[in-house]
């Protein structure tokens, strides 16, 4: 899918969906860190470890579109969803960076901070491999919504995306970098507190900060 269909999805979603409560295939979304309130972001920047792909980290900044992602089929599916179809709490998605086109991945890599398993942004155009695949998995509820706290396990190693207020990048461990201030993202062996997020749908894309 091109990047200008899927920008075309998440402004269709937005405008139509804000009293909407359930999360459906194609919403533009933000994902927060329920802990920290840190958003789930992603920057033009590449790790300069483990996997050397694309930068996944949260952010403290709202309102800025870099950290809006859209919600699309998983992997394998043999055709996208429609949208608007209600996500159920056990389904597997993956995640589009809506501005650099690129999905929510993890794989057998060390992250830069904690050592533990390296999550990036991978692909092109919204097309990756099945290392883009997450299993939301639901605190409450059967249908995943903006009032459901969750967890998101990466499917092809078992991991837990989670983050920590105890692992950002300061200027000792990453001297000018531009995610200096923001928050290491990690798929952890064991879903703990670290581990619960909640997503926000939104109009997020109309401020031009980015
Ligand atoms: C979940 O979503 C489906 C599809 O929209 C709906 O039929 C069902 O009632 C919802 N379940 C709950 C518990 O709200």
């Known amino acids: 899918m091109h990047l200008s269909k899927i920008l075309f999805f998440a402004l269709l979603n937005a ?8 999360l459906t295939c194609n919403s533009g979304i933000k994902v927060t860190h329920k802990s920290t309130g840190f958003h789930l972001t992603s920057s033009e ?17 709202n309102g800025d579109s870099t950290s809006m992602w859209m919600v699309v089929e998983n992997n394998d ?22 501005v650099t086109g690129k999905n929510l991945h993890s794989h057998n890599f060390r992250s830069p901070l904690t050592q533990e398993q390296e999550v990036s942004a991978f692909g092109e155009d919204g097309k990756g491999d099945g290392g883009d695949d997450w ?36 200027q000792q461990n990453c001297p000018n970098c531009p995610i200096v201030g923001q ?28």
């Open 15 to 22: 405008s139509l969906g804000s009293a909407e409560q359930f």
């Open 45 to 61: 920047i590449n790790w300069g470890s483990g996997s050397g792909q694309q930068s996944v980290t949260a952010t403290s900044q």
């Open 77 to 98: 599916a043999a055709e996208s969803c429609a949208p608007g179809t209600v996500m159920s709490c056990d389904s597997v998605v993956r995640f589009t960076h809506l």
């Open 135 to 170: 299993k939301v998995v639901c605190t409450k509820g059967s249908n995943w919504s903006t009032d459901t706290p969750f967890y998101l396990q990466h499917v092809a190693t078992g991991k837990w995306l989670s983050s920590s207020n105890q692992a950002r990048f300061n």
């Open 183 to 210: 928050l290491e993202v990690v798929g952890i062996r064991q879903k703990s507190d670290a581990s619960i997020w909640v997503v926000q749908r939104g109009a997020f894309l109309l401020d031009k900060d980015a």
